[in-house]
C-alpha cells in the first residue's frame, strides 16, 4: 500500500514539477528563413531563437504550428503561451496582446515576375491584381491604400499564382520574399519598399512575468553574441 502511494506520489510530483515546464509556442511554418517545415521539423530564425530563450528561462519549448490568423485567438484561450512567427508588432495587435522587445526589423516588398515592366512602388499597385496573404501586414498595408486584393493563405501559394500570371504583384515581408527570389529566378523585387515593421513575440496581456523573462532572455543573447550567431546563420 505505501510503495503504491509513493509511487501516485512521485507521478503527481513529477506532473507538476515536469507539467508546468514546458511552454506552449504557436507559430505558422510556412515563413522561411523564419520558420518553415524541413522533414517534418519545423525550423528558422525564431525557431532556434525560442529555443534559446527556452534554454535561459528554463522551459521546454513545445511548437505548434497553425494558421497565421488563428495564432492570436490560440493565445488568448490559452491553446498556446507564446507566439513567434515573424509576427510584426502592429498597434492594432497591441490592443489583444503584449509584445516583447523587437528581435527583427523589416518592410513590405513588393514580389513580381522578371518581364514585369510597368510597376515600380506601391501607387503602380493600382488596377492590378494584388496578392496578399490574410492576416498578413502585407492584407492590411494594400486595404489601407484601398486597393481590392486575392488573399493567400501562404506566402508560397501567393507566389504560386504569380509565377502562372494569374495575378500581378505579391506583397510581402521583406526576408521571405528574398527567400523565394533567390530560388525563383524568373522573380523580382520592385524598387519600392513599405515602412520598416518590427518583429517581437506575442504574450497574453496577463503574463507580465513570462514577458519580462523573454526580454531578459533576448537581452541575454544579445550580449553574449548568441543572437548574431543566429542571425548569420540564417541571413547569410
Ligand atoms: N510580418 C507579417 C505580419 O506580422 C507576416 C508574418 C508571417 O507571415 N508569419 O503580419
Known amino acids: 500500500m505505501k510503495k503504491i502511494l509513493l509511487v501516485i506520489f512521485s507521478a503527481v510530483l513529477f506532473t507538476v514539477s515536469f507539467g508546468s515546464n514546458k511552454i506552449y509556442v504557436g507559430t ?5 528563413p523564419f520558420e518553415y517545415l524541413e522533414k517534418g ?3 528558422g530564425f525564431d525557431m532556434d531563437l525560442v529555443n534559446e530563450i527556452g534554454k535561459i528561462i528554463g522551459k521546454e519549448i513545445v511548437i505548434k504550428d497553425m494558421g497565421f490568423d488563428g495564432l492570436i485567438p490560440a493565445l488568448q484561450t490559452k491553446k498556446i503561451d507564446l507566439i513567434i512567427a515573424g509576427m510584426t508588432a502592429t498597434e492594432d495587435r497591441k490592443k489583444a496582446v503584449n509584445f516583447s522587445e523587437p528581435y527583427y526589423s ?4 513588393i514580389v513580381l515576375n522578371k518581364t514585369n515592366k510597368d510597376i515600380k512602388d506601391f501607387q503602380d499597385l493600382k488596377d492590378k491584381k494584388i496578392g496578399v496573404m490574410l492576416g498578413f501586414t502585407g492584407d492590411f498595408v494594400v486595404t489601407d491604400m484601398g486597393y481590392p486584393s486575392e488573399k493567400f493563405n501562404a506566402a508560397f501559394a501567393g507566389i504560386m499564382a504569380l509565377q ?11 526576408e521571405t520574399a528574398n527567400n523565394y527570389i533567390k530560388k525563383n529566378n524568373n522573380l523580382k523585387l520592385a524598387e519600392g ?3 520598416a515593421e518590427n518583429y517581437a513575440i506575442a504574450i497574453r496581456k ?13 537581452k541575454t543573447l544579445h550580449e553574449n553574441g548568441k543572437f548574431d550567431e543566429l542571425l548569420m546563420k540564417h541571413f547569410k
Open 106 to 109: 523589416a518592410n513590405q516588398v
Open 41 to 43: 521539423e519545423t525550423v
Open 193 to 195: 519598399k513599405g515602412e
Open 206 to 218: 496577463t503574463d507580465e512575468d513570462l514577458l519580462n523573462e523573454v526580454n531578459s532572455a533576448i
Open 28 to 32: 505558422n511554418a510556412e515563413f522561411p
Open 164 to 174: 502562372s500570371n494569374k495575378i500581378d504583384a505579391v506583397v510581402l515581408d521583406s
